[in-house]
């Protein structure tokens, strides 16, 4: 199989490395070859993060070039909009319509982009843009939006949901499974609505 290559993007704290560790494990007991690189912005004070993921029969590097994303999965309705350049023509965009302001906008230096998800799709890009935060918050925890775009991810990398659990087990603490896989389950009916 070729390489297929996934671009994850968030801001800093979103979870985005346990999202790229819980994808690579269900690939890997897929038996794909599989790369990760993390890109890590000013991540601990709400800036971008970005984690490549390839995968294929063999893969020789991580690092994914601008238009060469099969999917870019968002955490955050700006962040998708700066990944666009990566995702490849008839590549396929998932974000969160959370909106987390940037330090430019927080200052007043500049305004968050209005409607961007309708600019998105005005350009022809394949695009789910479900509320993450709220089904997270439903699962127990708006720690788990990472886990409900796993959810949305699943209808792309259809593995079945065994796997996708599996991986979950293999990623997340004890403590915090119950309330993912409650996530994960609400990410996949979110497709579905």
Known sequence: METKAI?????????TLLASRVIGSALISQGYDVKVSEVHGMSQRGGSVVTYIKYGDKVYS???????????????????????PFLKKGG?????????EPMPVITGNASY???????????????????????????GTSKAVN???IGLLSHVLDFGDEVWNKALEDCVPPKALDV????FALGVKSREL
């Open 92 to 100: 396929k965009l998932i974000t969160n319509t959370q909106q987390i």
């Open 180 to 183: 993912n896989k409650k996530a």
């Open 147 to 149: 886990i409900v775009l």
């Open 7 to 15: 671009v994850i993007v968030g801001v800093g704290g979103q979870g």
């Open 113 to 139: 982009p209005a409607d961007i998800v309708k600019q998105i799709k005005d350009m022809g890009v394949d695009i789910t843009a479900v509320d993450a935060l709220s089904l997270a918050q439903e699962a």
């Open 62 to 84: 991580p690092i994914v070039e601008k238009g060469q994303a099969d999917v870019v999965l968002s955490f955050e309705v700006l962040e998708a909009a700066r990944a666009l």
